[in-house]
């Protein structure tokens, strides 16, 4: 990483101490720590330069992950998150929040309205009747400033104006910081609404996995992917659009949403008669779905969600602070999302563009819709002198481990 600081030098004597470089000429930030490099919205100084076994990068659009090399089973690395090769591509796109951060409200707000001390606040419906992601200007299409770089971190900000997101009213400031160490991606989001005006505040990180980044000669899809939340046994009962109904289900051992009693194949119960309804209407199958996560704690000792491939052998596990897991299998961004330069590659089973169920995205967050739902007593609304915090860590390992 010594261009890269020599680059900050230079700036900082530039543009003042806290100026933080350009990213790379792809748009992307590129972090590295032994085992693992990422890469956000980073201008690409080409990733050989760095020559080491981890890499990650960013962009500021979003605060998106684009890019997370880690090593496979036979010590081959794999870029296993979905993305786009250049900052530019992310903009226009309207398949999916790819890596991104959601905000200030993710996943859905029933009926596009919400209530605090008696107001009633309107939300744009962009997802049927409901609030997807807080609208068409939530924070996932939202360009962040880098405020702070180092070889293995990077920290975004966002100032997100009152109703900037239609319905959200009141100013907020929100920090995303990502810190690399050895093998593991720490992520730490926090939001305060400086205002005196209260607003809803529900963050979530909204990377893609595909842990055999496309590569994979049988198959480009993650149903063969393993799945494990063993503190998992509730979820929302969802109604067609995937709104949940209010009500929590408990989940019977062998049920499809059964993840709890033991690690299961993603793809296990593609051939049940449930798979297509189990995600809601007009979904070709698969899961979108909101676990609660009955694990108490701040961040969690051990992890609540484990994903690993067979074929590559890179498992990650998912410790959080969070209490609740929306999984997502991709059933809508198929057929249109073109896989990365960095994925694929001589052999693999795939045409150059993603399939539905071809990824995963595992969304720590706290239960879906909440601020519609008193009943559960979950804190989605905050005011001035209180701070949101949203917390995980992802551990990379292998299986042969
Ligand atoms: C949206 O709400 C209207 C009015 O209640 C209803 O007629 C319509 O079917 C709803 N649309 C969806 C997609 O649920
Ligand atoms: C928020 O923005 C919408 C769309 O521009 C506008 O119709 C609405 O009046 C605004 N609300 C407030 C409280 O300013």
Known sequence: MKSLSILFTIFSAARGATAVPPPGPDGKYT???????AQVNFVPMSIKWIGLT???????FGA???NLFVEDKNGVERDIVVGFDNAADYPPSALGHFGEIPGRYAGRIGNGQYTIDGVTYSTEKNNGNNTLHSGNNGWGFRTFEVVALTEASITFHIRDAS?????????????????LTPKSWKVKMSA????????????????????DAFSNPTTDLILDHSYYMPFSQRILEPDPNMLPTGQILSIPEGDIND???KPK????????????????????????NCWIVDKLGSQATEPVATLSSGWSGIKVDIYTDQVGMQVYSC????????????????????NGLMKPSGCIALEAQDWSDGINHPEWGRKQVYGPGETYIWEATYKFSTLED
Request: proline letters at 6%; aromatic letters at 10%; hydrophobic letters at 30%.
């Open 265 to 288: 194949l993603v793809g296990t119960d593609r051939n049940s008669p449930l798979w297509k309804s189990n995600c809601g209407d007009g979904c070709e199958g698969g899961y979108n």
């Open 163 to 179: 109703n900037s997101s239609i319905g959200m009213l009141g100013d907020v400031d929100g920090y995303i910081s990502y810190t």
């Open 31 to 37: 972090l590295t720590a032994e085992g693992i490099r």
């Open 54 to 60: 981890g890499l990650w990068q960013f962009i500021p």
């Open 192 to 211: 305060t609404a400086p205002d005196t005006h209260k607003t809803p505040l529900m963050l979530t990180q909204h990377t893609y996995w595909s842990l």
């Open 331 to 350: 059933n809508w961004v198929g057929d249109k999302m073109p896989i990365k330069k960095t994925q694929g590659g001589p052999g693999a089973a795939t």
């Open 64 to 66: 998106a992950i684009t």
């Open 259 to 261: 993840f709890w009693s």
